[in-house]
């Protein structure tokens, strides 16, 4: 099915469109119309307000998964220099930007923000190489690098990749959303209760990544650590 709003294609169940937001209707054609003199002029002749209809949507379906922070923060750091869309700008900018509670609160603002997935990733992948330097590079060599300057480079790592992380948790969730209803008021709803932050989720999540940690650390770990 083809968005009329902007041509985008989409699968015969979506209720709105993937790219825009734009409500599908249940008449559109399931195939676009043949390539006529007719039609090619009326395609380059599409108004400009499709853009900034197609801006709009992305930008209110964002808003209502990310709550009040994103007029206050998100949008300008993924959009700076662009219209809201609901993909990685051409000119990367919902990638080239920093995002300071991902630096000084790592997994645990990942957490607050319900991407535990990519927190448990992280969590592991922190963990995993951690446990190989160990064992590549013995006591001594390891004990001068100190563990805190390898975990501080990781907390930087979160902070420039942070804000890329919750745009594409956003987008994800968004067009999942959508592809499951076609009513407006459910969508919103839904994206309200998938969104927004987490307390409980920040604390749990955390609580979990100090054990993940030290559980790792206890099966994995070689036997001089626990003398350092």
């Known amino acids: 099915m083809f968005c009329n709003n902007c ?3 989409n699968s015969s169940e979506a209720g709105f469109c993937s ?65 809201p869309r609901l993909e990685v700008n051409n ?63 990781w907390a930087v790592l979160t902070g420039l990749l942070g804000n890329y992380f919750y745009f594409s948790h956003s987008v994800k969730n968004i067009k999942k959303v959508m592809s499951n209803t076609a009513d407006p008021a459910t969508v919103e709803q839904e994206l309200v209760a998938k969104g927004g932050t987490s307390w409980v989720g920040a604390i749990v999540g955390s609580i979990l990544s100090v054990l993940l940690s030290m559980g790792m650390s206890y099966l994995f770990a070689p036997e001089w650590y626990w003398l350092v």
């Open 19 to 83: 790219k825009c937001g734009h409500q599908l209707s249940d008449v559109q054609a399931q195939t676009p119309p043949p390539l006529t003199a007719v039609n090619i002029s009326k395609d380059a002749q599409i108004p400009q307000n499709h853009s900034a209809s197609i801006s709009e949507n992305a930008d209110a379906l964002l808003a209502a998964f990310v709550g009040k922070k994103y007029d206050d923060f998100y949008r300008n750091k993924w959009f700076k220099d662009s219209e």
């Open 7 to 9: 041509n985008q294609e």
């Open 91 to 153: 000119d990367g900018s919902s990638i080239h930007s920093f995002n300071i509670a991902g630096l000084l609160l790592g997994t645990s603002w990942l957490c607050y923000r319900k991407m535990y997935l990519v927190a448990f990733f992280i969590v592991l992948g922190i963990n995993a190489v951690d446990l190989v330097l160990m064992h590549l590079l013995g006591m001594e060599a390891y004990s001068s690098i100190g563990q805190t300057s390898f975990f501080v480079a």
